[in-house]
């Protein structure tokens, strides 16, 4: 395998615009992105961005079915750099702590725990019982990362997109793919001096 190649699933917690605005990062940075939607996902992309299959599997490079299986990347010879799901919902999270593969994405994840491929999680609710606490613990135990979107203030961020933004660059650093000219923590020292300038 030459070109990066990532997994992406959208599963149906809310923050869609995770998963859509991965696959535009990838994009630019000519990663070949493998989609897969849930059916829950279908509505949060609806509900929330007011966008149907079609328009978010065009950012992608190859869409699979969800219950499809028998796909190439159900299988751990068909190499990957890894898979991303973004959102991931807390039964798509029991799922693959449990080793169920019921789905073509918990299929993946589980392909990509066995061969200690990276596996990242941003898993959201708010506030967590105990089952989903203990399933985030058993995916970490397995080598599976769990990250929550949860934004950071410290840059200022002006808008939506730029917290958006701000997890991503932090997630696509796990899959050694670095975002160019994104803003980086430069220390308390060089952020105090840029505020100072902008007042
Ligand atoms: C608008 C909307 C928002 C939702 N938000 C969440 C959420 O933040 N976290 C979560 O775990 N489930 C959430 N759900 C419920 C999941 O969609 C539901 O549990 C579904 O079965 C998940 O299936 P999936 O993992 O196959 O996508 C939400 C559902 C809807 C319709």
Redesign the pocket.
């Given at each position: 395998m030459t070109a990066r190649r990532l997994i992406v699933a959208i599963?149906?917690?809310?923050?869609a615009v995770y998963g859509v605005r991965a696959l535009q990062l990838l994009r630019e940075q000519q990663v070949q992105t493998h989609l897969l939607l849930?059916?829950?996902?279908l509505?949060?992309l609806q509900?929330?961005l007011q966008l149907k299959r079609r328009e978010v599997e065009k950012l992608a490079d190859v869409c699979h079915a969800?219950r499809d299986v028998g796909a190439c990347i159900a299988s751990g010879s068909y190499l990957s750099d890894g898979m991303l799901i973004a959102?991931?919902?807390?039964?798509?999270?029991a799922?693959i702590a449990h080793g169920l593969s019921d789905?073509l994405?918990t299929r993946a994840a589980d392909v990509c725990l066995k061969e200690r491929r990276r596996l990242v999680l941003m898993?959201?609710?708010?506030p967590f019982n105990l089952a989903?606490l203990r399933n985030m613990t058993a995916v970490t135990e397995m080598g599976g990362v769990i990250f929550p979107p949860l934004p950071a203030f410290y840059q200022h961020p002006q808008s939506l997109e730029e917290m958006v933004d701000h997890s991503l660059l932090r997630v696509l650093d796990l899959f050694g793919l670095p975002m160019q000219n994104a803003p980086r923590w430069a220390g308390l020292k060089a952020s105090l001096n840029s505020s100072d300038a902008s007042a």
């Open positions: 599963t149906g917690a809310t923050g849930s059916d829950a996902a509505l949060t509900q929330e969800v959102p991931c919902s807390m039964r798509s999270l799922a789905n994405i898993v959201r609710e708010t989903h």
